[in-house]
């Protein structure tokens, strides 16, 4: 499970067997996915483009409005 989806399920307490530097020696390795995010998007691997920036604000605004919902 990806660490994001972790903390968004509220979970208690994360159990594992192995760590980051076990999962790199075998291949593994999430350091590349930490270095690109520090890139300038036009620097990156993958071609990232802005989709309908104003619908995706709205989203959020309509989340952050929103009475009745789970605080992340």
Do not use: Q, V
Request: charged share 35%; aromatic share 14%.
């Amino acid at each position: 499970m990806c660490l994001g989806a972790i903390y968004w399920a509220h979970l208690d307490k994360i159990y594992y067997g192995n760590d980051k530097d076990d999962a790199a020696a075998i291949g593994f390795d999430d350091s590349f996915i930490y270095e690109e995010l520090a890139l300038p998007r036009e620097n990156r691997k993958k071609a990232m483009e802005e989709l309908l920036p104003e619908e995706a604000i709205a989203a959020f605004n309509l989340w952050r409005d929103t009475e009745e919902k789970t605080k992340y």
